[in-house]
């Protein structure tokens, strides 16, 4: 499976935007970039995921390099709701299953 | 959306007992059931794949005898820890995907609250 990798940790003041990066460099043609979060003491909660071009819902919005060798998750206003683990996942177009590395823990400062 | 819950939400057993966990999707037809297990302050680990009406995929390292995963219809998974040791205390945590979404390769995956086991 291709990896990502992504800081272990993050700060953000509440109302500001945060932008996740995260790093996948062996990506494939065929692989779906996935961002899902959980927070503490539940299961993770899709967040967004995109192939090539820049994704939008009412979540957040992905930026994906052109060469997809990185991506971002922008939170475009952090509430304390926000802080969780997130998680940076390359999906096989092929396959179904997910392989979460160890994320990033936002942290949201009031 | 869709939503999948887990019961129980927390469970404690006595060393060498076995523990059953529900896993259903309320209000879509899972095709695909994932089973996860998450230590303390790590990341998720898949266990299995179970597809409803076939027998489950186990990942690398996960004892098939032990865990015995059961699909049995399009909204229910169970996980049966067998002879459940302390070392087998962890949350899991199950995952589907939508079959409206057939013809949609995005394979978003609603997960459920996950289940704290304690083996005393």
């Known amino acids: 499976d291709a990896k990502t990798t992504q800081p272990n940790s993050m700060e953000s003041n509440e109302e500001e935007p945060v932008h996740l990066p995260c790093n996948h460099s062996?990506?494939?043609?065929?692989?779906?970039i996935h961002w899902y979060r959980q927070l503490p003491s539940q299961g993770p909660e899709y967040v967004i995921h995109?192939?090539?071009s820049n994704v939008n819902n009412r979540m957040a919005s992905l930026a994906i390099a052109e060469d997809r060798k990185s991506s971002t998750l922008i939170l475009h206003r952090a509430t304390l709701r926000d802080a969780a683990v997130y998680y940076c996942i390359l999906r096989y177009g092929g396959n179904e299953k997910l392989t979460f590395g160890t994320g990033t823990r936002l942290t949201i400062i009031p | 959306g869709a939503v999948v819950s887990q019961h129980p939400s927390w469970v404690i057993c006595k060393s060498g007992t076995s523990v059953k966990i529900e896993c259903r999707s309320l209000?879509?037809?899972?095709?695909?059931m994932f089973w996860y297990r998450q230590f303390p302050k790590q990341s998720l680990m898949l266990m299995a794949t179970?597809?409803?009406?076939?027998?489950?995929?186990?990942e690398q390292g996960v004892e098939k005898d032990k865990f015995l995963i059961n699909h049995a219809s399009l909204t229910l998974s169970t996980l049966t820890v067998t002879s459940a040791h302390p070392e087998d205390s962890s949350f899991y945590i199950c995952?589907?995907?939508?079959?409206?979404?057939?013809?949609?390769?995005?394979?978003?995956?609603?997960f459920g609250p996950g289940t704290r086991l304690t083996v005393t």
């Open positions: 209000d879509f037809q899972a095709t695909t």
């Open positions: 995109g192939l090539t």
């Open positions: 179970s597809n409803e009406g076939s027998k489950a995929t186990y």
């Open positions: 995952s589907a995907t939508d079959l409206r979404q057939g013809a949609v390769v995005s394979y978003e995956q609603y």
């Open positions: 062996t990506i494939s043609g065929t692989d779906y």
